[in-house]
C-alpha cells in the first residue's frame, strides 16, 4: 500500500491485533493466525522508521492490556526497560494473556525471541520512547 502514513500503518495495526484478540484466536485460530501474520507484516513496516518505531511504542501505553502486550513485545529491542516493565505488568494477569506475557518476557529473557526487524537501530534515545 503506497504513500500510507505512520497513522494509517497504526490503525491498520490496531484493527488486525483486533481482529487476531484472544476471543477470536480461542473460537476461530485459523483466522486469527491470517490477521496475526498481517499485524506483523505492519509492525514490520513500522520498525523501516524512527517515527514509526515511536508510533509502536506509544501503543505500550494503550487502555487495552492486549495492545500494551504486542506492543512492549515488537518493542522490547528499541525501548528495554519500557517494554519489560509493560509485560511485566501484563504477566500479572490470571489470564492467557497474562501467560502470553510471561512467556515473552521469559524467552526473551533467555535469547530466544528475535525479530527480523530489530535490526534496525535502536532508538538514540536509548531505552524510552519520546513523549
Not at 501505553?61 to 516493565?85: F, I
Not at 515473552?104 to 535469547?111: D, I, Q, R
Request: with cysteine.
Amino acid at each position: 500500500m503506497p504513500n500510507q502514513t505512520v497513522d494509517d500503518l497504526i490503525r491498520r495495526l490496531l484493527r488486525e491485533w483486533e481482529r487476531s484478540s484472544l476471543r477470536v484466536r480461542l473460537t476461530n485460530p485459523k483466522k486469527a493466525n491470517r490477521h496475526h501474520d498481517r499485524a506483523l507484516k505492519t509492525v514490520r513496516e513500522l520498525a523501516h522508521s524512527h517515527e514509526g518505531r515511536e508510533a509502536l511504542a506509544k501503543l505500550m501505553d494503550a487502555e487495552d492490556p492486549e495492545v500494551r502486550n504486542g506492543a512492549a513485545t515488537y518493542c522490547l529491542y528499541w525501548y528495554l526497560q519500557k517494554a519489560k516493565s509493560v509485560l511485566r505488568e501484563v504477566a500479572q494477569r490470571d489470564d492467557l494473556l497474562g501467560f502470553e506475557a510471561m512467556m515473552t518476557l521469559s524467552e526473551f529473557e533467555a535469547g530466544n525471541l528475535f525479530f527480523s526487524f530489530w535490526k534496525q537501530e535502536p532508538t538514540s534515545e536509548g531505552t524510552e520512547p519520546s513523549q
